[in-house]
């Protein structure tokens, strides 16, 4: 059975407490606690990348091959996980949706059109200046997600 990492460092403690939400999300839910659905959370919190359901299927059968994990538990998982913002999604029109963990810190998206390469980004100015334009057209902003689209330098060559 896969185990999670149990060091007490901050990246831990974080770990614990989104697994503590995702257990009372899926009681709320009343759906069953599996391995399967906590390896599908820890996947997500250890990766970097965004990922499609596919990928992530492919991920963990490749660390846990002996864990039977089908697509359809990826899905449905991945589903009730953005249902609830613990994960939050990229849309790719017909070739699907790509996830990451939503507990990340705010951050927006330069997205390569020909490659699918998606590169985080933080710009204070670019922040305030969203806040700014709220506030004069007197909106009260909840949230935001900005996407920009175009080629990376590999695709410009």
Do not use: W
């Amino acid at each position: 059975m896969p185990k999670v990492n149990t060091n007490f460092n901050d990246r831990t403690i974080e770990y614990k407490q989104l697994l503590i939400d995702f257990k009372a999300l899926l009681k709320k839910n009343t759906l069953k606690f599996t391995i399967q659905r906590e390896v599908i959370l820890e996947t997500m919190y250890n990766s970097d990348e965004h990922l499609t359901p596919e990928a992530l299927h492919h991920l963990i059968q490749e660390k846990y091959p002996d864990l039977k994990t089908g697509i359809a538990t990826v899905y449905r998982t991945l589903s009730l996980l953005e249902d609830s913002n613990m994960v939050t999604s990229l849309s790719f029109g017909a070739q699907g949706k790509k996830y990451e963990l939503g507990a990340k810190e705010h951050h927006d998206h330069l997205i390569c059109t020909e490659c699918g390469n998606i590169t985080e980004f933080v710009d204070e100015q670019i922040e305030k200046r969203q806040h700014k334009i709220a506030d004069e057209l007197g909106f009260k902003m909840s949230d935001h997600s900005m996407q920009i689209y175009g080629l990376c330098k590999n695709c410009q060559k």
